[in-house]
């Protein structure tokens, strides 16, 4: 992927309008952190760009390299290097989690990858992630931990190496030993190329990945895009700096906030204890 471009994004849910005109362009090797508080339409980007029926877009473009990604399915999507890693990754009863990746590899693939050659590849990204093989062997995501669930959308983002990857809070319920883990993979896809949208309400993630750039989405529209030191803006100052430089309000509340090192508290230099 050379570039993808969003421009004038309208996305409702069930009749509501969630975002109201989205402007984005992510290039090649970009590694973005999508900023704002809960609810305020961060998941719903995700989520229509990579297809969710549930995620109707009523207006404005989603292109990949100029092609118009609207009119592509799901599995066209994935196809053309598009990738999401969910916040909650739903559980698939009856299908075995190998059976899974192979399948979603040679989806990819012109020809079926070889079992020796999928096996050696799921024994060293699981040794890296370290992830138990036997996670492979149980049904998809059923009865994981949430933590569990998170590493295998890494597991599979690390076999499928597409060219755009969205993290949607990828580390939410993870340990400060598997946050390590997962943002070392991050750091090593970034290496092959790759593109990354990441939303993340935790500090120590965007420490350890370091993103090019980032963007603050208020009200479901990107307001505001500049380098990492917006982050360390929100953290001294929180949101409502947008309302005193840029004169923008927050019409929404935010969610209540359990944990104080939460971007939608502001405090986003803190590290997890």
Do not use: W
């Not at 895009?225 to 509340?253: P, R």
């Amino acid at each position: 992927m050379q570039e993808l471009v969003i421009k004038n994004l309208h996305v409702s849910v069930e009749g509501k309008e969630i975002l109201k005109g989205v402007n984005l362009v992510i290039n090649k090797k970009d590694n973005v952190a999508l900023l704002g508080p809960n609810g305020h339409g961060k998941s719903t980007l995700l989520a229509a760009i990579m297809g969710n029926p549930k995620y109707e877009v009523t207006k404005g473009e989603i292109l990949i390299d100029g092609k118009d990604v609207l009119k592509m399915s799901v599995d066209e999507r994935s196809k053309n290097g598009i990738f999401l890693a969910m916040q909650y990754p739903p559980e698939v009863p009856g299908v075995v989690n190998a059976d899974f990746l192979k399948s979603a590899i040679n989806a990819h693939r012109d020809q079926p990858i070889k079992l020796f050659e999928f096996y050696r590849d799921l024994d060293r990204i699981c040794k890296e992630m370290n992830i138990p093989l036997d996670l492979a062997n149980r049904f998809l995501n059923e009865g994981f931990s949430g933590g569990e669930k998170k590493r295998n959308e890494i597991l599979q983002m690390m076999l499928l190496k597409p060219d755009f990857a969205m993290l949607d809070e990828i580390d939410s319920g993870l340990d400060v030993d598997a946050i390590n883990i997962v943002s070392k993979a991050i750091n090593e896809l970034e290496k092959n190329d790759m593109s990354f949208l990441i939303v993340s309400h935790y500090a120590r993630l965007y420490e350890l990945i370091h993103p090019t750039r980032a963007a603050i989405m208020i009200n479901g529209r990107i307001v505001l895009e500049g380098d990492t030191s917006l982050i360390e803006k929100i953290d001294k100052e929180g949101y409502e700096f947008l309302k005193k430089e840029y004169n923008i309000n927050i019409k929404k509340e935010e969610s209540p906030v359990m944990n104080s090192v939460s971007l939608g508290s502001c405090a986003v230099k803190q590290t997890i204890k």
